[in-house]
């Protein structure tokens, strides 16, 4: 079966770090995503894995360790507007050509 | 253009009516995806399109749901008698074969 888990809550304080799992169990895999979802928008792109080790943008990285399949998302220097789901999201197909199988999403939100 | 657009934003059915909805997907895509999302709960997949053909149809309900992708047209997706259950927000994303990721639209709610 597929099964895709991340924590359905977190809180955290503006100007902090704060690091998002995810776990995955797929028959196959071809690549992590990371989305970022305001409520009533369409999910953002944030990050692609698909070799394991960390990938860095700006305040955002995200972390790809195949053998255990896991993954996470990490935030820092933390705004206001960072508060939304993150989604974590694996591919199994090649290249584009796949769907996606999402995890429940995680609902972060920001504090002052 | 550089968005997926999708049409209308909102659509209000009472039990039983036909829905219809519409997606251009970013031009040059050809890889089209209609994914269901009901409250805040994860994606559900449900079809998939390479240029007009159908790619992967695994999550598509076996009854009262179709989806077409014409050539010129904007992809559809049409349910049929709808249910109570058929609420939702319903996303399309598109992609192109070997790079770029996938890019969503953003979403048209269905109340029925």
Redesign the interface.
Known sequence: GQNIDQPTEMTATEGAIVQINCTYQTSGFNGL?W?QQHAG?????LS?NVLDGLEEKGRFSSFLSRSKGYSYLLLKELQMKDSA?Y?C?VTTGS???????????T?LQVKP | GEE?AQTPKHLVRGEGQKAKLYCAPIKGHS?V?W?QQVL????K?LI?F?NENV??E??MPKERFSAKCLPNSPCSLEIQATKLEDSAVY?C?S?????????????TRLTV
């Open positions: 995503f989305y928008e369409a999910p953002t792109f692609y789901s989604l999201a290249g584009n050509t796949g769907k996606l199988i999402f995890g429940q999403g609902t | 997926v890889y995806f994914y805040k709960n994860e994606f997949f998939s390479q790619f992967d695994t999550g996303f994303a992609s192109p074969r070997d790079s770029g990721g996938y890019t969503f639209g953003s979403g």
